[in-house]
């Protein structure tokens, strides 16, 4: 028989630090988000000089893979444009039918969403409000901000978590910096199917 699970206690730095303790810590430098932005072009100059700029970096606590546990994270994104083009995370959909919250400690930012038929949701993240991702949507993160933006996350640890949609369909929106402003627009290069 399995050992029975104990209780533990997850320490979360409100002023926009890390969890502790965390179990596994990704760093995501443009390099690996290049083709996700709508100006690519741009993207590769900056990598042609050599700079590798790091968007973001989340920590996860992950307590157990089995069904019926929950993964705990922090995700921090940094501020930046590529292009017009606000710093973001891939997006990905969950491969089972999954929530997560997202739950905003600093800076400002927006949690895209988008479903499977391609209609798209906006939940504007400020300090203090929680988005919530029902099962079924596809979400992305953008930091429209000067500062870092860091939020909270949730999720069922069996999740699971598909990339290839986003990654070879795009999202619908796009948000980018208009009159100095963020403005979510239609993306160019989405592909429904
Ligand atoms: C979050 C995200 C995290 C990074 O933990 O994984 O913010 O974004 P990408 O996974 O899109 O690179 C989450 O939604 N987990 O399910
Ligand atoms: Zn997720």
Redesign the pocket.
Same mark, same amino acid.
């Given at each position: 028989m399995s050992q029975p699970q104990r209780p533990e206690k997850v320490v979360v730095d409100f002023r926009g630090g890390v969890i502790k303790p965390y179990t596994r810590k990704k760093e $995501?430098r443009l390099s690996e988000l290049r083709e996700y932005f709508s100006n690519v072009e741009e993207a590769e100059k900056i990598l042609l000089k050599g700079k590798d700029p790091l968007i /973001?970096e /989340?920590y =996860?606590y992950i307590y157990s893979e089995a069904a019926g546990n929950l993964?705990l #994270?922090l %995700?921090i994104i940094y501020p930046g444009k590529i292009g017009k083009e606000y710093y973001m %995370?891939? #997006? +990905?959909f +969950?491969e089972r039918d999954a929530a =997560?919250f997202y739950f905003c400690l600093k800076g400002r930012g927006m949690l895209l969403m988008q479903n499977k038929d391609g209609e798209v949701s906006v939940v504007e993240l400020e300090p203090g409000s929680l988005g919530y $991702?029902p099962p079924g949507w596809g +979400?992305?993160?953008i930091n429209t901000g000067r500062g870092k933006l860091v939020f909270f996350?949730a /999720?069922p640890s069996d999740?699971g978590?598909n /990339?290839t949609i986003i990654k070879e369909r795009g999202f619908a929106m796009i948000v980018v910096e208009e009159a100095k402003a963020p403005k979510v627009v239609p993306n160019p290069k989405y592909h429904k199917t």
């Open positions: $995501v /973001y /989340y =996860e993964n #994270g %995700t %995370t891939k #997006g +990905h +969950h =997560e $991702v +979400h992305r993160t996350f /999720y999740a978590h /990339y």
